[in-house]
């Protein structure tokens, strides 16, 4: 990285719009009309497009969009060890849509190999040139909070303390793949931390036989155990998401409610913060972040909808997170992905390149 810190002043969360000639290939591949090798061809012809796009627009990171997923976390923990696909019955529900009706459970022991996203990994690390080429995944904590017990094989793990163990096994596991397959940034996407700042949600934990403070120490634990020991040239940054599909949300609330234990106890280098409504409270929980140690990448670009953001705002929200935390800690993204599943968000693709190029040009400014 870059002056050894451990995000970029203007960074890019992960996903992005799929291009026209993607989907087509996606729904010939479903339809049988083309196959496998023939999709995997158009792919790797519209990740070097946007990858050298990025490039472009004078970012330092790149990703390859997640253009091979249609999910920004099934893909992944479908290729787990003992992880299985089913249809369920309903879709995530979202502020007013639901998504696909698909889901996750664990049928036989947690475990890391061979997996395809590795081989992914190593395509776009291939063409990234002199960008650093970040790698996205799923937390841990989203598995096992998706379907919670009753997704978990209770044949295989009566004792969910062994659950937990083998899930942070399984993550040390991927981090050592991936940093063997060349990765020095990776990104954890988890939504569960801003679920446990939203008092409805909490709400439905409860319900459902959950208690939010105990589940937070749990993922908290996972999270630890899973970087414990991880090579001192690897960035590891978490994406708090709010819920992220078709410019809709799930989840609502401030930090605060998790602040002291996720930035002053979880040793991750990076945290992305989405910071672009008022549903993303104030600056103030930023003061338990390690000083000198971790980075808060603001998430104060929307990419739920197209409108350009004011350049004078977006600086004078940055001078008001600094006075809790010192300016060269901080960093500026969008607040989410352009796409979390391949339907994207309901914004064009030349509003993307904006967004992204206000991020890249208003931190150049700022740092």
């Known amino acids: 990285?870059?002056?050894?810190?451990?995000?970029?002043?203007?960074?890019?969360?992960?996903?992005?719009?799929?291009?026209?000639?993607?989907?087509?290939?996606?729904?010939?591949?479903?339809?049988?009309?083309?196959?496998?090798?023939?999709?995997?061809?158009?792919?790797?012809?519209?990740?070097r497009h946007v990858v050298a796009k990025q490039r472009e627009l004078g970012l330092k990171v790149v990703t390859d969009g997640e253009f091979r997923r249609a999910w920004w976390h099934f893909d992944f923990f479908e290729g787990l060890d003992g992880v299985e696909p089913y249809e369920a019955d309903q879709g995530i529900q979202f502020n007013g849509v639901q998504t696909k009706a698909r889901s996750i459970k664990v049928t036989g022991k947690l475990g890391f190999s061979n997996h395809p996203m590795?081989?992914?990994?190593?395509?776009?690390?291939?063409?990234?040139?002199?960008a650093v080429a970040k790698m996205t995944i799923p937390s841990p904590?989203?598995?096992?909070?998706?379907?919670?017990?009753?997704?978990?094989?209770?044949?295989?793990?009566?004792d969910l303390a062994v659950y937990f163990d083998d899930l942070a096994q399984t993550y040390r596991d991927?981090?050592?793949?991936?940093?063997?397959?060349?990765?020095?940034?990776?990104?954890?996407?988890?939504?569960?931390?801003?679920?446990?700042?939203?008092?409805?949600?909490?709400?439905?934990?409860?319900?459902?036989?959950?208690?939010?403070?105990?589940?937070?120490?749990?993922?908290?634990?996972?999270?630890n155990k899973a970087i414990a020991g991880k090579p001192d040239d690897l960035t590891i940054g978490l994406h708090?998401?709010?819920?992220?599909?078709?410019?809709?949300w799930i989840s609502e609330g401030g930090y605060e409610p998790v602040a002291e234990l996720l930035f002053g106890t979880v040793n991750i280098?990076?945290?992305?913060?989405?910071?672009?409504?008022?549903?993303?409270?104030?600056?103030?929980?930023?003061?338990?972040?390690?000083?000198?140690?971790?980075?808060?990448?603001?998430?104060?670009?929307?990419?739920?909808?197209?409108?350009?953001?004011?350049?004078?705002?977006?600086?004078?929200?940055i001078r008001e997170a600094a006075q809790y935390v010192p300016l060269e800690?901080?960093?500026?993204?969008?607040?989410?992905?352009?796409?979390?599943?391949?339907?994207?968000?309901?914004?064009?693709?030349?509003?993307?390149?904006?967004?992204?190029q206000l991020v890249i040009n208003t931190a150049a400014r700022v740092w």
Request: charged residues 25%; aromatic residues 10%.
């Open 329 to 356: 800690q901080l960093c500026l993204s969008t607040q989410c992905g352009f796409a979390s599943t391949e339907e994207g968000n309901s914004i064009t693709e030349a509003q993307q390149w904006e967004k992204l």
């Open 1 to 47: 990285m870059p002056n050894n810190t451990p995000a970029f002043s203007a960074d890019v969360v992960g996903s992005l719009l799929r291009p026209a000639a993607l989907k087509k290939a996606r729904q010939q591949f479903q339809a049988g009309e083309i196959d496998a090798a023939q999709l995997r061809r158009v792919e790797d012809e519209e990740i």
């Open 118 to 130: 590795l081989e992914d990994f190593r395509f776009l690390q291939s063409i990234a040139g002199d």
């Open 240 to 248: 708090v998401c709010r819920g992220n599909f078709r410019s809709t």
């Open 269 to 317: 280098d990076a945290f992305f913060l989405e910071y672009d409504n008022e549903r993303s409270g104030g600056f103030e929980p930023l003061r338990f972040l390690k000083p000198g140690k971790q980075q808060a990448v603001l998430g104060l670009v929307t990419t739920k909808t197209g409108e350009l953001e004011d350049p004078a705002v977006i600086e004078q929200r």
């Open 174 to 223: 991927a981090i050592k793949a991936f940093y063997d397959a060349g990765c020095r940034y990776l990104q954890l996407d988890d939504t569960v931390w801003a679920y446990l700042c939203s008092d409805d949600q909490k709400r439905q934990m409860r319900e459902r036989g959950d208690d939010p403070a105990q589940l937070a120490q749990t993922y908290a634990d996972v999270l």
């Open 141 to 158: 904590s989203v598995l096992h909070f998706r379907g919670g017990r009753k997704a978990i094989s209770h044949e295989v793990y009566p």
